[in-house]
């Protein structure tokens, strides 16, 4: 796979804005090798009661559509059309002003003009006309109307899989226009025919059973963070016991599973361990992790409302049955869109649950009242504001830091004071990105919504481009040689984009530099941090 | 839903706003017709049967026809005007216009208010230059 | 590569074309039949878009949070791009309604050979629009001037103000100013031609253009074209047409003579007002109205403090915990994680069924 993903230099020279002579609409798409995902493995649609699971081929002519796949689609989108108001009115008002053209990671890195959103969206509203409006059905394509076909269907599915819902477009639309909302009913829309794409089906489906998306099962999940354990131990000298599904806890905590999985998210997840670990040997407080829910990210989301849903009462179901009084939720993106934005009315009221108050120092979460379910970043930030941690941020001294602001929880929830407080406050060496690619601004990491899969390594690359193209500005202005990130996605997508882009820099999550700086009770001297590089001044110990 | 009130009030204070010509001439005025001013002609007007131009045209074009003069008058400092007929005007204002039209009121003002226009010929013309030199 | 302008253009100057001709021939059709039908159509087609959405159900809490969010007090909150309080949601919406605050934050980017980006402010468009809007706003407010009598002094100073700045031509070959400039006209002119340009000459801006997004460009400028010439070069009797759009407003039309001397110039000017107001409630026109209505700007970004109720939530399949245990418990006692049900219960209990 990697040796046929382009160039980085071969990317970049490839990227032309200038748009196609002919009107979009008689540009045929181009599934192309490298920009898309491997259709979804029938077992996993079949296995969450989906429709039209399938074994089919995106490169394929035949889709292995139903027969009647057109009015489903159209009865489809009638219904979402009474069931959204955002969708009803994004369909009529666009003016078409051009402002979102170039504000897209995707259209940056690829200038494909169908990945400006204006057009991804003109994609499903060229249709909309057609269906529903008078104008489409009188004027046709003078209306910018076009009929549903194969072809169309097809040019859909790519570029809904080409939009990482990072809403950076509507940040900019004056009428607030959200493709990440258009991208999520065309996908629920696609779902319909059954033409997922596997990189989120079966993640999906593993999360229903095992109640992650890796498929852990519980006792590998114990197994797993048993691992950690040892690996804390022998850097700092204390041994941990981690709650698993213990009743009675005060706080049950829920992370994307993903840091349990792999580098460089594990180093974040042993960070969880030792800040719970240093919070209960100071402090008595006691939290549990859940096998059951043990999943924080929802690619459910990524498919349905509905399958949203379902993944995500499981946080609420675990709270309710082990008692605790709030949930506290780790470093993920989409998982604090839906967090933030959709748990509470899907699953809620939490009534059974108190508002959060962190009991060591006594605040209370009111903007967190009636979801109940607070950020580690937030947590965080309130435990040092209040001097509760004991922090050698010198520890961090090695690592010139950047803070790279995840798509959702920037613009699905405008958290970005909390983690750059934190890390702030355990590392002496940080410098913020150019002013119009962080906050609100931010760009997304180029693989969110689940495209994170190897076999679509060009089209994540090119959607990573702007993100790493500033990073590598602080890093050449500033020497930055670590990204920090609040998201496991990017976790998970950053290190392949900075190893593509900018080499020098790595990627960690702020809780690992929160338990590379905290100070544990009883704890030997430590020489390197949690990677087991050596700790500044201790280059020489170490050998 | 609890948001269909405000978009009801909404929609009706737009309806309210943009229908309100309609509304005020008909709710407020009674809907009484508002016709054009007639405008009132002095005897001399009566006598002299055509203006300087064809009535036609003066009752669109006159303030142009106004401002050619002033320009012939102040920038080259000629005075006669011809017109199709062949006769010439003294091309002034007090002196022409308001020689038969010495009736502002009644025939100048009747018609610029009507249109809400406010010509700026009175901030150095005195508007009854007649009246004046008696 | 461009029919879709050139249809539209072809479409204002038909449309001109039967005014023209058929205006003074038809004066009872033209003046006053046409202009009632457009207000129906308006009125009705607006009532029926905007009702249409509101039948449409909010099922989620999503505003586009454009700031920091609420949190602990010590942390500064942006409380106009990410509003916790409804107050808080009225000066987002004022803003963006008012001044186009989203546009306002436009950049564009730029790549440089060595493949570095950067992302200029670029506010032409927010100006442009801008000026577009409020002249709009400002020729309809003084248009009143035909529709009452007598005319009211607000309307008058509005007059007053956009005439302010006096600007005359004075050459034989030239007579210009008179009556006096309304900027307002002026500027409308120039920003609809500038949003033209725009559309034709930035490469992504064309590409994205439909025929129905120069139409209404077209039919603006072809408003404003015609009001300029009427009000400063090709005379109409000014009387006469308040006359008519008089009767309009008094329902006195229907039994009416359309004033003579009204020329077809007018009629032109009322064919595309008339246009405009027919097509605005099936167009993209009615983001008027929309922009009210978008669910990420106008609600509350306090989403995890106050519940937001979907009308429509319905009950899921979910995974249950007792269906999770049932299928790992074996594996869970051995790694022991505790269970909510010991292994003999659980088949005493399975046996009973």
Not at chain 1, 31 to 52: D, F, H, Q, T, W
């Amino acid at each position: 796979m990697a040796d046929e993903t382009p160039k980085p230099s071969e990317l970049l020279s490839n990227i032309d804005y200038r748009p196609p002579a002919k009107q979009w609409m008689d540009v045929p798409v181009n599934i192309r090798k490298g920009m898309y995902c491997y259709a979804a493995n029938p077992k996993s649609v079949e296995y969450l009661g989906l429709p039209n699971a399938r074994a089919w081929n995106p490169t394929d002519e035949d889709w292995k559509l139903p027969e009647n796949w057109q009015q489903i689609l159209h009865e489809g989108f009638k219904e979402r059309l009474e069931k959204f108001r955002s969708i009803k009115v994004f369909m009529d008002i666009c003016v078409r002003c051009g402002a979102c053209a170039d504000k897209c990671h995707f259209f940056i890195g690829t200038g494909d003009p169908k990945n400006m959103p204006v057009l991804r969206a003109e994609l499903l509203r060229s249709v909309y006309r057609n269906d529903f409006t008078l104008m489409g059905k009188l004027l046709g394509r003078f209306a910018g109307a076009r009929p549903m076909t194969i072809d169309v269907l097809k040019e859909w599915w790519y570029y809904l899989f080409q939009c990482t819902e990072c809403r950076r477009c509507s940040l900019y639309c004056p009428y607030g226009i959200d493709t990440a909302e258009i991208t999520m009913f065309g996908r629920e829309l696609i779902n319909l025919l059954g033409l997922n794409i596997d990189w989120i089906a079966t993640p999906v489906a593993n999360c229903y059973r095992t109640g992650n998306h890796l498929g852990i099962q519980p006792h590998a999940f114990k197994d797993m963070i048993d691992f950690f354990v040892d690996d804390i131990e022998e850097i700092t000298g204390v041994r941990m016991e981690p709650n698993f599904n213990k009743k009675g806890a005060d706080i049950l905590f829920i992370t994307p599973s993903g840091d349990v999985f792999a580098d460089p998210g594990t180093y974040t997840c042993m960070g969880y361990l030792m800040l719970f670990h240093f919070l209960k040997e100071k402090y008595g407080l006691d939290v549990t992790w859940s096998t059951y829910a043990s999943e924080g990210g929802n690619f459910g989301s990524f498919t349905s409302h509905e399958v949203m849903k379902r993944l995500n009462a499981k946080m609420y179901l675990e709270a309710r049955r082990l008692g605790v009084k709030w949930i506290l939720g780790g470093e993920c993106g989409h998982m604090w869109r839906v967090i933030n934005q959709y748990m509470d009315t899907m699953n809620g009221p939490a009534d059974f649950l108190e508002v959060p108050v962190n009991p060591i120092t006594g605040t209370r979460f009111e903007n967190a009242a009636s979801t109940k379910m607070v950020h580690i970043a937030e947590f965080t930030a309130d435990l040092i504001k209040h001097g509760k941690l004991d922090l050698k941020p010198e520890r961090n001294d090695n690592k010139i830091l950047t803070f790279h602001d995840s798509c959702n929880p920037a613009r699905g929830m405008g958290m970005f004071d909390e983690p750059r407080y934190v890390i702030q406050n355990v590392a002496n060496h940080f410098y913020d990105m150019p002013a119009n690619t962080i906050r609100e601004q931010t760009f997304c990491c180029g693989s969110g919504s689940g495209l994170n899969a190897g076999e679509n390594m060009e089209e994540r690359m090119a959607g990573g481009l702007p993100r790493a193209n500033a990073v590598k500005y602080v890093h050449e202005k500033h020497g930055v040689n670590m990204l920090a990130c609040v998201c496991a996605i990017d976790r998970a997508a950053l290190p392949t984009s900075m190893a593509y882009w900018v080499p020098e820099v790595q990627v960690t999550g702020m809780t690992e530099l929160v338990a590379n700086a905290l100070v544990l009770p009883g704890e030997q001297e430590r020489t390197t941090d949690l990677r087991g590089e050596p700790l500044p001044g201790m280059e020489e110990a170490d050998e | 839903m609890n948001d269909k009130k405000w978009i009801v009030l909404g929609l009706a204070v737009f309806l309210v706003l943009f229908l309100s010509p309609f509304l005020y001439n008909v709710l407020i005025k009674g809907a009484k017709a508002a016709p054009m001013p007639e405008v009132v002609l002095t005897e001399k007007a009566k006598a002299a049967k055509q203006c300087v131009m064809p009535t036609e045209f003066m009752r669109a074009n006159h303030m142009q026809l106004l401002d050619e003069w002033r320009l012939k008058v102040v920038r080259s400092g000629l005075r006669d005007f011809t017109n199709a007929e062949g006769k010439t005007f003294n091309m002034s204002l007090s002196n022409t216009c308001l020689d038969c039209h010495s009736n502002k009121a009644d025939f100048c003002d009747r018609c610029h208010n009507y249109a809400s226009v406010a010509p700026y010929c009175w901030d150095c013309h005195i508007q009854n230059p007649q009246g004046e030199t008696k | 590569m461009n029919k879709f302008y050139l249809s539209s253009l072809l479409a204002v100057f038909v449309l001109a074309l039967i005014a023209w001709a058929g205006g003074p021939a038809l004066p009872w059709l033209f003046g006053i039949v046409l202009p009632y039908a457009a207000v129906i159509l308006f009125v009705v087609g607006v009532i029926r878009k905007v009702m249409g959405w509101s039948r449409s159900a909010v099922p989620f809490a999503i505003p586009t949070t454009g700031g920091q969010q609420r949190s602990m007090p010590w942390i500064n909150q942006n409380k106009i791009d990410n509003p916790s309080t409804k107050f808080g949601v009225f000066i987002r919406m004022a803003l963006e309604i008012l001044t186009f605050r989203s546009l306002f934050r436009n950049t564009r980017i730029k790549m440089t050979e060595e493949g570095r980006f950067s992302y200029n402010l670029e506010l032409f468009l927010w100006i442009g629009a801008l000026a577009f809007h409020y002249a709009f706003l400002a020729t309809l407010v003084r248009h009143l001037r035909f529709f009452l009598e007598p005319v009211p002094l607000c309307i008058k100073a509005i007059e007053t103000i956009d005439s302010f700045f006096r600007f005359e031509i004075s050459y034989d070959a030239i007579q210009f100013g008179l009556p006096g400039v309304y900027i307002s006209g002026i500027v409308l002119f120039a920003a609809v031609s500038y949003l033209f340009l725009r559309r034709l000459l930035i490469s992504k801006v064309r590409y994205i253009s439909l025929a129905q997004d120069y139409f209404p460009l077209f039919l603006i400028m072809g408003i404003a074209f015609t009001g300029i010439l009427m009000r400063y070069f090709t005379k109409v009797e000014i009387a006469a047409i308040k006359d008519l759009t008089m009767s309009l407003v008094t329902f006195k039309a229907l039994a009416f003579n359309v004033p003579q001397g009204i020329g077809p110039l007018f009629y032109i000017h009322l064919i595309l007002v008339c246009t405009l107001l027919a097509y605005f409630p099936f167009s993209k026109l009615m983001h008027m109205g929309g922009i009210f209505l978008s669910p990420t700007r106008n609600m509350t970004a306090n989403t995890r403090e106050v519940r937001h109720v979907n009308p429509w939530n319905y009950p899921v399949k979910v995974h249950t915990y007792e269906a999770y245990e049932n299928e790992f418990r074996e594996k869970m006692i051995e790694a022991g994680l505790p269970v909510d049900k010991m292994p003999d219960e659980s088949t005493a209990e399975e046996e009973k069924e």
